[in-house]
């Protein structure tokens, strides 16, 4: 048993095991030949039993899979355990970039994309859509290639562990860039609400945070990807009109050290080191935390947001913070982003798991009407009143019939996917 290993957060302890580091794809073939269950840990980063199971847990951090970059191709090879901080500083020094990075850089690159989870920005869809190629230690312990022509890569790259273990994740790449971040404070909520698309467009990637009270959105966070040496800060213009600059550097989260966070004050620098709200080198976010979000269509952000506002006696006692989000759409059949753009509501919660739980249904109630899906790998309750998975994920069928063919005995299956209905 592996009673000591937990989440990131310790938001769950793991109750499979044993728990295993293979160094080749070989020895992971092997492991999930011989094993009747199997589970691949990822970073752990997921805040509930999602990567969980009642067999062999296999954890990639060791996997010797060199990284390989095609110039020519614009795409990167990467080992499924190596963490997004450690890919983007290797393709930086090489004169390379992705497209857009999560909130934190500490997130193994197979388990980041097998969630559909993103960074921000109306033109920037999520991690997962950059995948070109995927390679899966499939039930049988066979090693399977998928690359951008097979047909069952859009059903694969977010499939939540179900098909396999992925030990090669190929994705696409673009010349190198920087990126100026800078904060504002105290946007009036009226200002925010009525120029909403502009707000959210006025940069390359844009972040409100807030705590539903108030008349004012808390922190404005824009990252400007800077175009030549010529480059200039923009002007603020009316999307912020009624906001003012940080003094300084701040952290999102009330309370902890901003030197957790990442360049601030409109600095141009590599990419990587700006677009990630955190530090490789520092624990992100509060630590001590649960999370949970839900995207819904752009189209319904701002009733979305009022609808939250209007619950906000019930969200704000447990959380830290909450961050506004904007993801560009894809057509990978379980993303959160399939089929349109989307805004995320995302909640950073208090420890406080019990309180957490009951409040999700309300949340959920709220969300319904705007077709919202949560993120898979963050607390939820369920798809949302009077709503199926299939109502949201127009693939969902397909999804599930993939599964089963590609892992008739369940091999992969686990609580979490018989619980949200992808296994019998």
């Known amino acids: 048993m592996t009673d000591a290993l937990t989440t990131w957060a310790g938001s769950h302890t793991f109750r499979g095991g044993p728990v295993v580091h293979p160094e080749t794809v070989d ?35 060791r996997l010797d899979v060199p990284t390989v970059i095609d110039p020519d191709a614009a795409t990167v090879t990467v080992g499924g355990g190596v963490r997004y901080g450690e890919l983007a500083r290797d393709l930086h020094a090489a004169g390379w970039a992705l497209h857009t990075m999560a909130s934190l850089p500490h997130i193994a690159v197979a388990g980041t994309v097998a969630t559909a989870t993103h960074g921000s920005g109306v033109t920037a869809p999520n991690l997962s859509a950059a995948v070109r190629g995927l390679e899966i230690v499939g039930a049988g312990g ?7 022509e097979d047909p069952e890569l859009a059903g694969s790259v977010v499939a939540l562990g179900g098909l396999g273990v992925v030990t090669r994740v190929t994705l696409a790449i673009q010349p190198t860039y920087d990126v100026a971040q800078e904060v504002w404070l105290d946007l009036p909520w009226r200002a925010a609400l009525e120029r909403f698309d502009a707000l ?14 108030g008349d004012a959105v808390g922190q404005v966070w824009r990252k400007h990807r800077v175009d030549g040496d010529a480059w200039t800060l923009p002007e603020a213009g009316d999307v912020l009109a009624g906001a003012r600059p940080a003094p300084g550097p701040v952290h999102p989260v009330p309370g902890p050290d901003p030197e957790a966070c990442t360049q601030q004050g409109g600095v ?11 530090r490789l080198d520092f624990t992100p976010s509060a630590g001590a935390e649960l999370q949970s979000e839900w995207l819904v269509p752009r189209q319904h952000a701002v009733a979305a947001i009022e609808a939250l506002r209007g619950i906000a006696h019930v969200t704000s006692p447990l959380l830290l913070v909450s961050e506004i989000r904007t993801v560009a759409g894809d057509d990978l059949w379980l993303s959160t982003a399939h089929g349109g753009d989307r805004v995320a509501l995302h909640f950073t919660w208090k420890p406080l798991r019990a309180e ?62 018989r619980r949200v209905g992808l296994r019998g």
């Open 27 to 61: 020895e992971v073939a092997a492991l999930v030949a011989d094993a009747r269950h199997v589970r691949a840990l990822g970073s752990r980063h997921s805040f509930h039993d999602l990567a969980d199971g009642p067999g062999t847990l296999v954890v990639l951090d």
């Open 142 to 148: 066979e090693v399977r290639t998928l690359g951008p």
């Open 268 to 278: 141009p620098g590599p990419w990587h080191e700006r677009l990630p709200h955190f």
């Open 200 to 213: 959210m467009s006025s940069a390359y990637s844009v972040s409100l945070f807030t705590d539903w009270i």
């Open 356 to 417: 957490v739980d009951a409040a999700l249904p309300v949340i959920e109630g709220a969300l319904a009407p705007f077709d919202a899906r949560p993120h898979w790998g963050k607390l939820f309750s369920g798809p949302g009143l009077d709503r199926t998975w299939q109502d949201l994920y127009p693939r969902w069928d397909d999804a599930r019939a993939l599964l089963g063919r590609r892992d008739p005995e369940g091999r992969f299956g686990n609580d979490f996917l």
